[in-house]
């Protein structure tokens, strides 16, 4: 679950900025909030929604925990992002961290970077009282400067840990690296990494590639699958594969030969996943191992009539479309107590499907869940219809400087509505307008 993010010099974040996810003393919706058992324990919110006008730095939240969970997994990538422009005296120097739990532990992982690669990298255990260090390490010019916690060097890895921290490649993350080699003794790595593994983040063109394969082969995600689809009223009744031609599917000849190749010779049945122009094409090997390509369609059935329909999935509404990103993160989180983060998740859905997106996540919590929802939105109308605590709302606002603050609902005593008050502009994070007299549109005309 993520506990906190913190950011600097990185998009519309100047100064330090942080978000928290730690929850107040409310018993309001109980279910909404994992709560410390130990001592040392932090009680984590299950929800959170962000609330900010366009271009006030809501999406750059989901951009920067991207861009960490990139560095965790892979090391350092092409990533394109911006430091913070708007001054006088940009520095180059950015960073990310985040506190998150794991197995029953809390960690924060982060790390420093600049255009020209990582700077630093850390990891500590955390808790409510002491953080304790994994790992950290610094650069200065072309040397790492790395250190271990004591504990872990004194056992027999210790030698093998030293050897593997100084030999992380310079645009590498040890958190990577330790994986990939397989590392021993620092369980704690292990933890973290899976952590990102199982950190699921959609932004509006974001489309997950990995549902008509169980469509196929798993019965009970397919009847889960069909049932919510009915569920939201999109009309669709049922999902089939049909077969086609990859000449017929418009794929280029460049694509479909290293398709062909990354498949050719493997002795199991596997797949590669197209997602082009809102359609889901797939080549996958049948039982004889034979090459065949199909494409994703939705089935309609009319009132009244045993006759079935197809349909190809660009002639799907947006709003179904989006369906089939949040559909199977439902399943999975019922699953898996997986943490999803969605940016602008009201988009191209109607109010009362947002709502209802939130109504069925909820309806998915358990004393012991460690799943997490956090979204982007500019729906208010869930600051009045939605299960909501106050703690679980943030706000996103850019000042005169073009720079982004953030600010919780727990900060105000609301005595009217949230959602009039959030519109009346009392909580900040929405949009400001010009005057209508100031815009030239004879001179415009005339030109």
């Known amino acids: 679950m993520l506990v906190s993010a913190k950011f600097e010099n990185i998009y519309s974040f100047n100064e330090e900025t942080r978000i928290l996810f730690t929850a107040s003393k409310s018993d309001l919706l109980p279910l909404q909030v994992s709560r410390a058992e130990k001592r040392d324990d932090i009680s984590v919110l299950r929800m959170g929604l962000i609330y ?74 955390t808790g409510s009282r002491t953080d304790t260090l994994i790992f950290e390490r610094k650069r200065s010019v072309n040397e790492w400067e790395n250190v271990i916690a004591p504990q872990f060097m004194k056992n027999e890895d210790g030698q093998f840990l030293k050897f593997l921290i100084d030999g992380t490649p310079t645009k590498g993350t040890f958190l990577s690296e330790y994986i ?33 394969f169980r469509i196929v082969n798993d019965t009970q995600f ?50 590669v996943m197209i997602h082009n122009d809102s359609r889901f094409i797939f080549a996958e090997k049948d039982e004889s191992m034979n090459l065949k390509w199909h494409e994703l369609k ?54 009362m499907l947002t709502l209802k997106l939130l109504e069925m996540y909820n309806s998915l919590l358990k004393t012991d869940s460690n799943m997490q929802l956090v979204c982007t939105t500019h729906e208010s109308n869930l600051l009045s219809t939605a299960p909501i605590r106050q703690d679980e709302v943030w706000f996103v606002e850019k ?8 600010s919780s609902l727990c900060e105000y005593k609301p005595r009217e509505k949230v959602q009039k008050g959030y519109l009346n502009g009392r909580y900040g994070a929405i949009p400001f307008f010009g005057e209508l007299n100031n815009i030239h549109w004879d001179d415009a005309e005339q030109e």
């Open 52 to 125: 900010g006008a366009n271009a006030s730095g809501k999406s750059n939240i989901i951009k920067c925990l991207a861009i960490i969970k990139a560095f965790a997994l892979n090391g350092w990538s092409k990533r394109k992002y911006n430091y913070f422009k708007m001054t006088d005296e940009p520095q180059e120097r950015s960073s990310i961290e985040l506190e998150f739990k794991v197995d029953g532990q809390f960690f924060a992982y982060g790390v420093a970077f600049s255009k020209g690669g990582l700077l630093e990298e850390w990891l500590y255990k």
């Open 180 to 212: 990939k080699r397989n590392g021993k003794g620092i369980d704690a790595i292990k933890s973290a990494h899976k952590w990102f593994e199982n950190l699921n983040i959609i932004f509006p063109d974001t489309h997950r590639t990995d549902f008509p």
């Open 222 to 271: 397919r009847t889960v699958m069909r049932e919510l689809l009915n569920y939201f009223g999109t009309g669709i009744s049922d999902l089939c594969r049909v077969e086609s031609k990859p000449e017929e599917l418009g794929i280029p000849d460049e694509i479909r030969q290293k398709i062909e190749e990354s498949l050719e010779g493997k002795d199991k049945r596997n797949g």
């Open 298 to 351: 939705t089935i309609h059935k009319k009132e009244g009539s045993n006759s079935n329909y197809i349909f190809e999935m660009f002639e799907e509404s947006d709003g179904t479309s989006r369906l089939f990103d949040f559909i199977p993160m439902l399943i999975d989180m019922r699953a898996n107590d997986s943490v999803y983060v969605i940016d602008e998740v009201d988009r191209s859905l109607h109010p």
């Open 399 to 406: 000042d005169e400087r073009g720079e982004s603050h953030l």
